[in-house]
């Protein structure tokens, strides 16, 4: 396995953007002065998700729980609350006790949600108080072995000479998944049909059976069927080869500057949570995060640790939702 040490520093760029993090009032959750608190933490903890048991994020947060139980001292459980592209959880966690009992896995579909769901009961940049990241997990881009592409841009040329011709599939109308895929549409400025599947198996199903040409999946899901030899991968779209398969090169190294799309954890508390709680709940992730066995169980979900103050993570929300913002505009995706 590779090494992770590079993956916890600040992502590139981000110092440049945690001013307009803090602007925005992300992780600015101050206490009234004066204001005493107990102990923190004084009662169990809850992380909710917007998945269901079972999935990588699912397996993040539990990861995250025992290791937060051992650090604070106190029971931490995860709380599967799946329904409306996870918004129904991050809902939930807007609305509790801001006193960092009730916290919000968020993720990459929290960002693209913000553009995608026009009537949201919540505000993601407004509503929660960052704590910080846990892990990211690359994209892959994988194509069916008949197609003769072997890199990204050989792939890009193939789908503009053959307009039409060539489809993607995706885990789900405005996941993630898809909206990579209209990510790399609009950058190489082609037209390649798509087709949504309720999850990324059976798009790998119509992937490997040739009904379908290419797919942007998430690493460990699809790096199985390219070590079977079902599947050819072309380039990860982490902005760092991935540890699990350094042989694959980057998007930006395959010539696309600027590509980074990663599916990314991280958690986050109700606003107006008192800042010594966030910073208590910050360092107590980082402690989790820097434990050898922590490391090994990340790797093994292909997914790599990253460490950042809660200034640093709401910098980090706000570049995101811009970027998908114009990708939704760009794409004309809608969910119901």
Not at 79 to 96: F, I, Q, R
Request: hydrophobic share 45%; glycine share 8%.
């Amino acid at each position: 396995m590779g090494k992770t040490r590079s993956s916890l520093k600040p992502a590139p760029g981000l110092a440049a953007a945690i001013c307009i993090g803090l602007g925005l009032g992300l992780g600015l959750s101050l206490a009234a002065p004066g204001t005493v608190h107990a102990a923190y933490p004084d009662k169990p903890v809850r992380i909710v998700l917007g998945f269901a048991a079972g999935g990588n994020t699912d397996q993040l947060a539990r990861i995250l729980a025992k290791g937060l139980k051992d650090t604070l001292g106190q029971d931490v459980t995860v709380e599967n609350k799946p329904g409306a592209a996870g918004n129904l959880a991050a809902d939930y966690v807007a609305k509790a006790p801001a006193d960092g009992s009730v916290l919000f896995m968020a993720a990459v579909n929290s960002a693209i949600n913000y553009s995608l769901v026009k009537k949201s009961a919540f505000d993601l940049l407004k509503d929660f108080a960052p704590v910080g990241m846990m892990a990211r997990v690359p994209n892959l881009l994988v194509v069916h072995p008949s197609v003769p592409a072997k890199t990204a841009k050989e792939l890009a040329d193939t789908i503009k000479k053959n307009p039409g011709k060539l489809t993607f599939v995706s885990s789900g109308q405005g996941t993630s998944i898809h909206m990579t895929g209209e990510l790399f549409k609009q950058r190489i400025g082609g037209d390649t049909p798509h087709t949504a599947f309720r999850g990324s198996a059976p798009a790998l199903a119509e992937l490997t059976a040739n009904q379908a040409q290419f797919m942007f999946d998430n690493l460990p899901s699809a790096l199985p069927h390219v070590r079977s030899g079902k599947l050819r991968a072309l380039a990860v779209t982490s902005a760092e080869r991935s540890p699990v398969a350094p042989e694959i090169p980057t998007m930006i190294e395959s010539g696309f500057a600027g590509f980074t799309v990663t599916s990314w954890t991280g958690v986050l508390a109700p606003a107006r949570t008192p800042a010594d709680v966030v910073a208590t709940l910050n360092a107590a992730i980082a402690k989790v995060l820097d434990k050898p066995e922590t490391r090994q169980q990340l790797e093994a979900l292909g997914a790599v640790a990253v460490k950042q103050s809660p200034a640093e993570f709401g910098a980090f929300i706000k570049a995101e939702t811009d970027q998908w913002a114009k990708v939704v505009k760009t794409s004309g995706v809608t969910v119901e």
